[in-house]
């Protein structure tokens, strides 16, 4: 019995260092595995990471493309604002001569009219009815011309102006009046704004 037990033993660990080798072999067999796994996971990863730089760089360039085609859009809609601004002020210029070379050509066709509607409210008469309907005639005429901005030009007593008056007579300046100032206004004056319409009919001191 002793040496059956005996020789059991040595058996036993000869079994057991042959049924140990295979697994430490599979242990050292599985780590190489294992760092391929790991290498190709950072290469997987450097991967990734240099496709997104690159998607990024891509947006960077696509953003500063578009900022310029802004810059250059946001410039162009100045300028175009600014020329319709220029044009409108051109329009609106043209606009106004017109209509004041317009209300000048009408308003001196009726001049003579108004002129003679003058003289008879100033001619003597005893028909006081006919005196009072011109006169009335002559205050319609001259709320037409203020509605159309039209002005009577200052003369009388004023320095002579030839921008604003023609004169026709020299008259002996009285005591204290200077020379060159307007003693009499044979015919009136109008303007329109800066525009003169007809000049005032004077007669200046000398």
């Not at 001049?111 to 100033?122: K, N, Q």
């Not at 303007?191 to 007669?203: M, S």
Request: charged share 35%; with cysteine; net charge negative.
């Amino acid at each position: 019995m002793a040496e059956n037990e005996t020789n059991t033993v040595p058996g036993s660990e000869e079994e057991l260092e042959q049924q140990v080798a295979p697994v430490e072999e599979c242990q050292q067999a599985e780590t190489p595995g294992e760092e391929t796994t790991d290498k190709k996971a950072d290469r997987k990863e450097r991967k990734a990471l240099a496709a997104l730089e690159k998607e990024l760089g891509g947006i960077k360039k696509k953003l500063t493309e578009a900022e310029k085609d802004l810059a250059g859009a946001k410039d162009t809609l100045m300028r175009t604002a600014a020329e319709y601004d220029n044009y409108r002020k051109r329009t609106s210029r043209e606009k106004d001569s017109i209509f004041n070379n317009g209300v000048s050509f009408a308003v001196t066709q009726l001049l003579p009219v108004a002129d003679a509607l003058e003289m008879a409210a100033a001619a003597p008469t005893e028909d006081e009815s006919f005196k009072k309907g011109v006169e009335m005639t002559l205050a319609k005429w001259t709320e037409a011309m203020q509605k159309l901005g039209i002005e009577e030009i200052d003369a009388l007593n004023h320095p002579f102006d030839p921008e604003r008056h023609s004169a026709v007579l020299q008259q002996p300046a009285p005591e204290g009046v200077e020379s060159g100032t307007v003693l009499q206004v044979l015919q009136k004056g109008y303007r329109l704004g800066d525009k003169v319409i007809r000049h005032a009919t004077v007669a200046v001191a000398e």
